[in-house]
Structure formats: C-alpha cells, structure tokens
C-alpha cells in the first residue's frame, strides 16, 4: 500500500502539473479544455492496454520462468523509478517553462489547439504507463494485492491531485521542490529494494549466487508479517533473512541512485 501510495503520487504529480500548466496558460481558448480532455482520455487508454498486456504476459509464464519474469520486471522497475527519479531532479522546472510556452503559443494563434491534445496524451501516456509497470513491479515485490494496493493507489492520486490543483489554483505556499525531494528519496529506497526483491528471484533459481545466505535473521526482532515489518516489507524489501547477495544488490543501487540525486539537485531560484 505505501508503496503504492508513493509511485502513484509521483507519477500522478508530475502529469497533474502539466496538465495544469496547460490548463492554466490556455484558459481563455475556447475549445482548449476540450482537447486537453481528449488527450488525457487518450493517454489513460494506451496505460489501460499496457496493464492487460502485463496481466497476460505474467500468466504466461510457470515454474522457473515465472521467478526469471519477475526478476526483469522488478529489475526494468527499479532502473526506470531511478530514470524518472534523476530526470525530475534536472529537467522539472524546465518542463514546465515548455509547457508554459506551449501554452502560450496556442494561446497567440501561432500552434494548432489540436496540439494540446497530442501533449496530453504523451503526458498521460508515459506517466500512466510507468505507473502500471512500476505498480507491477511493486506487486511482485510485496504480495501487495487487493483492496491494499487500490487503497494505496487512490491515496496516491487524490494527493498529487490535491496539490496540483492548488499550486495552479495560486497557492504558491506549497513547497513544491521540497515535495518532490522528499518523494524522491523514498523512491531510492523503493528503487534499490526493487532491485534486491530481483535479486532474491535470480538467487531462488540458481541464477545468480547467495553469496551468503542468510546474512542474518531479524524475524525474531522484527517480523515482516507485522506492522512495523511490513511498512520495512512495502518501502525497502525487507526481509528478515537476506542472502549477501541481495544485501549486496540494495546497497549499491541505494548509494548510486542517491549520490546522483544529489548531485542532480537544482540550485534553488533567487527569490
């Protein structure tokens, strides 16, 4: 459910914020709303289609395959959260000041309004797509299925939409860079656990070395099917008996991934 909660917010965030500009620097456009509606709906189909290919892809497979099939999708997962993740840290501000042009060019006659659908389409479309693979990916990690991952994900929207709402609604208050900071580094920690749940897959069939295994046991400390253990289970992987090999794994992409983060960090506007 957490995390759910968290990719959802993300990847809802980002496309609710260009929609938002759009919206915001086309409101006197008459048909403006119109096709930006259209091409969210767009969008929201080629996710829809991506989900049910998933589905059917993952039914697909049994046995060995069924662990190998897991291992690439919590793998591809972990590397696209932490694309994502690097890609907003440099480029988010500059997105929206294309957007924001966009807009305007519409706005002055000088693009085609049908090329706000086309934008909204693509927006809804990549963010809605990697939110189903990322979800995927989070499902294979967790058993987090059900009422759990809908409730999760619903939160997940209704937050990033409240926000944007507000941000474009003139509530210039919200602290946007600090919002996407903090969703960030849980994201690195969702990356790397995604990474180690992969390589727990691989070590299950042979395919990769334990190392050793089990490096510890924390069951008794810390159980994954309590409270406690199964926020540490949603957010990070945890796994009371780790193999090196997966300890090995987590580590690494959680101090990559977040040394480039931080080195991606923008420099803060003058106010």
Not at 80 to 106: F, N, Y
């Amino acid at each position: 459910m957490i995390a759910a909660a968290l990719i959802l917010f993300r990847e809802m965030l980002e496309m609710a914020l260009v929609l938002g500009v759009l919206l915001a620097a086309t409101g006197t456009v008459p048909t403006a709303r119109r096709w930006i509606g259209l091409g969210t709906l767009v969008g929201a189909a080629g996710a829809v289609v991506l989900a049910v290919f998933m589905e059917q892809l993952e039914s697909s497979f049994d046995g060995d395959g069924e662990f190998l099939f897991n291992a690439v999708v919590l793998a591809v997962a972990s590397a696209l959260i932490g694309w994502t993740t690097l890609w907003m840290q440099r480029h988010g501000r500059e997105m929206s000041a294309r957007m924001r042009a966009v807009g305007a060019a519409v706005h002055q006659g000088e693009a085609p309004v049908a090329a706000l659908a086309t934008i909204a389409a693509a927006a809804v479309m990549r963010e809605g797509s990697e939110a189903v693979f990322f979800l995927f990916g989070a499902i294979q990690a967790t058993d987090d299925e059900g009422w759990g991952l809908l409730a999760g994900a619903l939160l997940g929207v209704v937050g990033a939409i409240l926000i944007g709402w507000g941000v474009f609604r003139g509530l210039r208050r919200i602290p946007l860079d600090r919002i996407f900071t903090v969703v960030s580094a849980l994201l690195v920690l969702i990356a790397a656990g995604m990474a180690s749940q992969a390589a727990w897959n691989l070590v299950a069939i042979d395919r990769l070395p334990p190392l050793v295994d089990p490096l510890w046991d924390s069951s008794a400390l810390l159980d994954p099917d309590g409270v406690a253990g199964g926020l540490l289970h949603a957010l990070i992987g945890y796994d009371p008996q780790p193999s090196g090999m997966q300890m090995a794994v987590f580590l690494t992409v959680l101090l990559l991934l977040g040394t480039m983060v931080l080195r991606r960090r923008p420099e803060r506007e003058p106010r």
